[in-house]
């Protein structure tokens, strides 16, 4: 057996051995690449190109954005603005059947932007918005479909800390990636929102709640209109060239920061407990970004993509059957792993064939977010579809059952977003990004 093929067998064993037997993702990747390395270099030049991968994958400038971005989406998940972007949102659709659940889709979306975290926002709109729609006689099942089918749209709409990753990895310009983001994910808010004027036109309990007045809505939406504007002066800051991806995160932070003590909804000694919330989610990050890079170096060593490039050439040539084998993949991996370490683990394989079609890794990184944030409502260890059933005082298995018609419009809108090159590039295209 030569030495790719030993490293390819030692890995890719490795690995499911591992996750058969519980272990962690990160520490199934890390120790099977790990072993690898050691198998085909010795125990001592493994382990040490084994800690040189580690550091080369962490030694990044671009990567700094991550935690700062993480620690800004605990401040405003602790800082008062959860509640004004859900008066923002109803004072958009409070006029349409079935508001209230209209508006927790409307607010996930802002939130979700604006902290970059599908959990985040299920958690911190869901607990305000599942006591209302119980109140108004909204079914409990029916509510955490809601809130948890919108969720995610939050992590196409930037910042997004998956998008950063996927950047990392294939080399794509992260301003590009951040703007493709957008019509994805106000589609996905916006399918979610047709499901529920659908089914708010067959049941009468879904009634119309009615709206604010003009007065009113105007001091909602003045006293959302601030943390609103932090996606105005992120993204508009990066695009404008004031700061880097980098910087803009440091500016998220520091806008965060000084708007939830404006609300008074933070206080310093909160701020420790803050911190280290924010510190246990990026050291989980980095360190699954360190050890894929370990894996990298094996997956490259063992010319493992390119093996996989022949395979899927073998199934078929045609990119179109390629590209719907490629999203099953992905929606298959999305029920059973997170997506970070799905992105640093299946992008690597999936970028060289794509692209060997004349896909935009833009266009593709899209795609990929796209696809596996559905994994993360879907069973069986989709966070976001426990979080949502927990808020929510409902079970799993009955939350999932009320999403299906939320998973059949979503999947729809994946096709498109597929097959639909200009739904992810023509805005990055516009500004002149790619």
Same mark, same amino acid.
């Given at each position: 057996?030569?030495?790719?093929?030993?490293?390819?067998?030692?890995?890719?064993?490795?690995?499911?051995?591992?996750?058969?037997?519980?272990?962690?993702?990160?520490?199934?990747?890390?120790?099977?690449?790990?072993?690898?390395?050691?198998?085909?270099?010795?125990?001592?030049?493994?382990?040490?190109?084994?800690?040189?991968?580690?550091?080369?994958?962490?030694?990044?400038?671009?990567?700094?954005?991550?935690?700062?971005?993480?620690?800004?989406?605990?401040? $405003?998940?602790?800082?008062?603005?959860?509640?004004?972007?859900?008066?923002?949102?109803? /004072?958009?659709?409070?006029?349409?059947?079935?508001?209230?659940?209209?508006?927790?889709?409307?607010?996930?979306?802002?939130?979700? %932007?604006?902290?970059?975290?599908? +959990?985040?926002?299920?958690?911190?709109?869901?607990?305000? $918005?599942?006591?209302?729609?119980?109140?108004?006689?909204?079914?409990?099942?029916?509510?955490?479909?809601?809130?948890?089918?919108?969720?995610?749209?939050?992590?196409?709409?930037? *910042?997004?800390?998956?998008?950063?990753?996927? %950047?990392?990895?294939?080399?794509?310009?992260?301003?590009?990636?951040?703007?493709?983001?957008?019509?994805?994910?106000?589609?996905?808010?916006?399918?979610?929102?047709?499901?529920?004027?659908?089914?708010?036109?067959?049941?009468?309990?879904?009634?119309?709640?009615?709206?604010?007045?003009?007065?009113?809505?105007?001091?909602?939406?003045?006293?959302?209109?601030?943390?609103?504007?932090?996606?105005?002066?992120?993204?508009?800051?990066?695009?404008?060239?004031?700061?880097?991806?980098?910087?803009?995160?440091?500016?998220?932070?520091?806008?965060?920061?000084?708007?939830?003590?404006?609300?008074?909804?933070?206080?310093?000694?909160?701020?420790?407990?803050?911190?280290?919330?924010?510190?246990?989610?990026?050291?989980? /990050?980095?360190?699954?970004?360190?050890?894929?890079?370990?894996?990298?170096?094996?997956?490259?060593?063992?010319?493992?993509?390119?093996?996989?490039?022949?395979? $899927?050439?073998?199934?078929?040539?045609?990119? +179109?059957?390629?590209?719907?084998?490629?999203?099953?993949?992905?929606?298959?991996?999305?029920?059973?792993?997170?997506?970070?370490?799905?992105?640093?683990?299946?992008?690597?394989?999936?970028?060289?064939? +794509?692209?060997?079609?004349?896909?935009? *890794? +833009?266009?593709?990184?899209? $795609?990929?977010?796209?696809?596996?944030?559905?994994?993360?409502?879907?069973?069986?260890?989709?966070?976001?579809?426990?979080?949502?059933?927990?808020?929510?005082?409902?079970?799993?298995?009955?939350?999932?059952?009320?999403?299906?018609?939320?998973?059949?419009?979503?999947?729809?809108?994946?096709?498109?977003?597929?097959?639909?090159?200009?739904?992810?590039?023509?805005?990055?295209?516009?500004?002149?990004?790619?």
């Amino acid at each position: 057996m030569d030495a790719a093929a030993l490293a390819s067998l030692v890995l890719v064993g490795g690995i499911l051995v591992l996750l058969v037997v519980g272990a962690p993702v990160s520490i199934a990747v890390g120790l099977s690449s790990t072993a690898a390395m050691c198998a085909v270099l010795g125990v001592e030049n493994g382990l040490l190109t084994a800690a040189q991968q580690v550091f080369r994958g962490i030694n990044s400038f671009p990567l700094l954005a991550i935690p700062f971005f993480v620690l800004a989406g605990v401040v $405003m998940n602790n800082g008062g603005i959860a509640l004004r972007l859900v008066n923002a949102a109803k /004072v958009l659709v409070g006029r349409t059947p079935g508001s209230l659940a209209q508006t927790n889709v409307a607010a996930n979306a802002l939130f979700g %932007s604006v902290s970059g975290s599908a +959990v985040a926002a299920a958690a911190a709109v869901g607990s305000t $918005m599942t006591p209302l729609q119980a109140k108004e006689g909204y079914d409990r099942n029916f509510a955490a479909a809601v809130n948890i089918a919108s969720a995610p749209s939050g992590m196409l709409i930037p *910042p997004s800390n998956l998008v950063i990753v996927y %950047s990392l990895v294939s080399s794509s310009s992260i301003a590009a990636l951040f703007v493709a983001g957008y019509l994805p994910g106000i589609a996905w808010a916006l399918v979610c929102m047709a499901i529920v004027f659908l089914i708010a036109r067959r049941r009468p309990e879904l009634r119309y709640t009615g709206g604010l007045g003009i007065a009113a809505s105007a001091r909602v939406v003045l006293a959302a209109v601030p943390a609103l504007l932090l996606i105005v002066i992120v993204i508009g800051g990066i695009l404008a060239g004031f700061f880097t991806p980098t910087e803009a995160s440091v500016v998220a932070v520091v806008y965060s920061l000084v708007l939830a003590f404006a609300y008074r909804a933070l206080r310093v000694r909160q701020l420790p407990s803050i911190l280290m919330d924010a510190t246990r989610t990026t050291a989980v /990050v980095m360190f699954l970004i360190g050890v894929s890079s370990i894996m990298g170096f094996v997956l490259s060593f063992a010319q493992i993509p390119a093996a996989v490039a022949e395979a $899927m050439f073998g199934i078929s040539t045609n990119p +179109v059957v390629l590209l719907l084998l490629i999203a099953v993949v992905l929606l298959v991996v999305g029920c059973f792993m997170d997506p970070t370490p799905a992105v640093l683990i299946f992008a690597p394989i999936f970028l060289p064939v +794509v692209t060997s079609f004349g896909i935009d *890794p +833009v266009h593709f990184g899209i $795609m990929m977010v796209f696809n596996l944030c559905i994994g993360t409502i879907t069973p069986p260890v989709g966070p976001v579809l426990f979080v949502g059933a927990k808020v929510a005082g409902v079970s799993i298995e009955s939350a999932a059952r009320s999403l299906l018609p939320f998973f059949a419009a979503i999947a729809v809108m994946l096709v498109v977003v597929i097959f639909t090159p200009g739904l992810s590039l023509w805005l990055p295209t516009a500004l002149g990004l790619l």
